[in-house]
């Protein structure tokens, strides 16, 4: 690993409204990270090296006690992530995971923990996970869909020039679920008080045949399918391009029993 460029450290704040059949249920989680830059990745230097540290995440509200269960032992599983050392292309997608190893080390712990705990009700986790570990490009998208990681690439590469644009792209589902929206994102990008601000929103790209229905309805069995999508966001960074803050919006629809609002706020600390 190279010598360390910068370090930035931050609070991510998470509130999210669900609804999901007869489920409706409210939460917030806090937690704090370090990103640390490297530089540029020796050998493929058109690739930038960061470590990204989590340190802790907690729950502090919530309705439902079976989200308390659910949130703690999703976080039990997600502390085999904790450091992340990434290689980031310059439109924003993770290239490579260095530190795998390390991953699946953690993991093998873990692993192991769970089956003297309760093999019964781990095995679907440990088959998953183990599918998962075994497959890096779909391990490496599921690291960028993280609220953190999704924050940070989200508008990665929008162009600092007092411009407005739109591009079309796909964004994975906040729900779990897997597929992935067909979006029109719009970047607005203006120089405000010595910050690069950037204002996005995505709207659901109606005209695209790519929304994959089928897995939508074999995943949740809902045959009756609205499908909405709508992300409001603004990135504050500084001219060194370090981001300062992030605050994103996300409302998305399968139907009326399927929906659910988040609002992530990152902010510096």
Same mark, same amino acid.
Request: glycine letters at 4%; one cysteine or more.
């Given at each position: 690993?190279?010598?360390?460029?910068s370090?930035?450290r931050?609070k991510?704040?998470?509130?999210?409204?669900?609804k999901?059949?007869? @489920?409706?249920?409210?939460f917030? /989680?806090t937690g704090?990270?370090?990103?640390?830059?490297?530089?540029?990745h020796?050998?493929?230097?058109? =690739?930038k090296?960061?470590m990204?540290?989590?340190?802790?995440?907690k729950?502090?509200e919530?309705?439902?006690?079976n /989200?308390?269960?659910?949130?703690?032992?999703v976080n039990k599983?997600?502390?085999? $992530?904790?450091?992340?050392?990434v290689?980031?292309?310059?439109?924003?997608?993770i290239k490579?995971?260095?530190n795998?190893?390390?991953i699946?080390?953690?993991w093998d712990?873990?692993?192991?923990e769970?089956?003297?705990?309760?093999?019964?009700a781990?095995f679907e986790?440990?088959?998953?996970?183990?599918?998962? =570990?075994?497959?890096?490009?779909?391990?490496?998208?599921?690291?960028?869909?993280?609220h953190f @990681?999704h924050?940070f690439?989200?508008?990665y590469?929008a162009?600092?020039?007092?411009?407005t $644009?739109?591009?079309?792209? &796909?964004?994975?589902?906040?729900?779990?679920?897997?597929?992935?929206?067909?979006?029109?994102?719009?970047y607005?990008t203006?120089?405000?008080?010595g910050? $690069?601000? *950037? *204002?996005?929103e995505?709207?659901l790209?109606? &005209?695209?045949?790519?929304?994959d229905?089928?897995?939508?309805?074999q995943? *949740?069995? +809902?045959?009756?399918?609205?499908?909405?999508? $709508? *992300?409001?966001?603004t990135? +504050?960074?500084d001219?060194?391009?370090?981001l300062?803050s992030?605050h @994103?919006?996300?409302?998305?629809?399968?139907?009326?029993?399927?929906?659910?609002?988040?609002?992530?706020?990152?902010?510096?600390i």
């Amino acid at each position: 690993m190279e010598n360390k460029v910068s370090e930035n450290r931050y609070k991510l704040t998470v509130r999210g409204n669900a609804k999901m059949l007869k @489920m409706v249920d409210s939460f917030a /989680t806090t937690g704090e990270y370090t990103l640390s830059y490297f530089g540029y990745h020796g050998p493929r230097p058109e =690739l930038k090296e960061y470590m990204l540290e989590e340190h802790e995440v907690k729950l502090t509200e919530y309705h439902d006690p079976n /989200t308390f269960q659910i949130i703690q032992y999703v976080n039990k599983i997600a502390c085999i $992530y904790n450091r992340q050392h990434v290689c980031v292309s310059g439109s924003g997608d993770i290239k490579g995971l260095l530190n795998l190893p390390e991953i699946k080390t953690k993991w093998d712990t873990l692993k192991k923990e769970l089956m003297q705990t309760n093999p019964i009700a781990a095995f679907e986790v440990i088959r998953h996970k183990d599918r998962e =570990l075994a497959n890096p490009p779909d391990l490496i998208d599921n690291l960028a869909n993280s609220h953190f @990681m999704h924050l940070f690439l989200y508008s990665y590469n929008a162009t600092a020039d007092n411009v407005t $644009y739109t591009e079309s792209r &796909k964004s994975r589902d906040r729900m779990g679920i897997g597929f992935l929206f067909p979006v029109n994102v719009t970047y607005t990008t203006e120089l405000t008080d010595g910050k $690069y601000v *950037t *204002t996005t929103e995505s709207v659901l790209n109606e &005209k695209s045949n790519e929304l994959d229905k089928k897995l939508i309805t074999q995943v *949740t069995g +809902e045959k009756e399918l609205d499908v909405k999508h $709508y *992300t409001k966001a603004t990135f +504050e960074r500084d001219v060194q391009g370090n981001l300062l803050s992030a605050h @994103m919006q996300v409302f998305e629809q399968l139907n009326n029993d399927y929906k659910t609002d988040l609002y992530l706020d990152l902010e510096s600390i």
